[in-house]
């Protein structure tokens, strides 16, 4: 498992980003592995409506280790998990959580620096706290940092990239592997973090974000997709039924 976990941390290169299509279960992350993906990696909100449950820890631990084995069943390639906010109420629960994930497979989680349902941010020094728990499991932590969420980057763009470096730091020497930062699409932003970040940079590539050449260029080390290959899969199924079931033929 070790291997898994230093073959994972290799992959994130600065200027040659990883670039992971978020899956949600074995039939997926077999689809993904078979276009050639260099690692699989999950993503809380499709995990969860795969099922049809909320994002937000909605889906239980005990389904997340049991999907989790149904990946790791049908490839050989690195599998990192979105943990959310690491399924506990304090560090040390956090440090069980993720010592499951390393138990079972996992080469890296994802986790939140802020509760389910929660709109502001851990204090840094909480976040710090579950951050450590997590890394001292030994696997490969990605630390969200949603400073960004629900603000203007193009307003307040210097403050938030101060405030997102702040914790990047304090993330690293908790023993975070890398920093992803979501929700952010503003390039001179990403470009400062990608400089400033002791942690190998992770953004979402959403509409509006750079493509993957510039977010390269920019020095990001890790790309995800994160919600939006199953919102897509799941678009297509509904076209697809409701031309079956209004008389048409499929596309397929």
Not at 29 to 39: C, D, S, T
Not at 100 to 107: N, Q, S, V
Not at 195 to 200: A, I, K, Q
Request: some cysteine.
């Amino acid at each position: 498992m070790t291997d898994k976990i230093a073959e994972f941390r290799a992959l994130h290169v600065s200027g040659d980003p990883l670039i992971l299509v978020n899956i949600w279960d074995a039939g997926s992350a077999r689809a993904v592995a078979a276009a050639g993906a260099k690692a699989i990696a999950t993503g809380s909100f499709g995990v969860a409506g795969a099922q049809g449950r909320a994002d937000g820890e909605d889906f239980p631990i005990e389904d997340v280790f049991e999907n989790l084995a149904r990946i790791l069943s049908v490839t050989d390639l690195p599998v990192t998990i979105d943990m959310e906010s690491g399924y506990g109420a304090d560090a040390a629960t956090v440090g069980v959580s993720v010592g499951r994930a390393r138990a079972a497979g996992a080469a890296g989680i994802n986790m939140e620096d802020r509760l389910p349902g929660a709109s502001d941010l851990l204090p840094v020094g909480e976040a710090v706290a579950r951050y450590r728990a997590a890394a001292d499991t030994g696997l490969f932590v990605n630390a969200r940092c949603d400073a960004f969420r629900g603000q203007d980057a193009a307003k307040d763009g210097e403050a938030l990239v101060a405030a997102t470096l702040e914790r990047a730091r304090a993330y690293a020497d908790a023993g975070a592997g890398g920093l992803f930062v979501p929700f952010l699409a503003d390039a001179k932003s990403i470009g400062a973090i990608c400089e400033g970040s002791p942690l190998p940079v992770n953004i979402l590539r959403g509409k509006g974000a750079p493509t993957h050449k510039e977010l390269a260029k920019l020095g990001v080390a890790r790309i995800s997709h994160g919600h939006q290959p199953w919102a897509a899969a799941m678009a297509w199924l509904t076209g697809q039924a409701a031309q079956v079931l209004w008389g048409d033929e499929p596309d397929y």
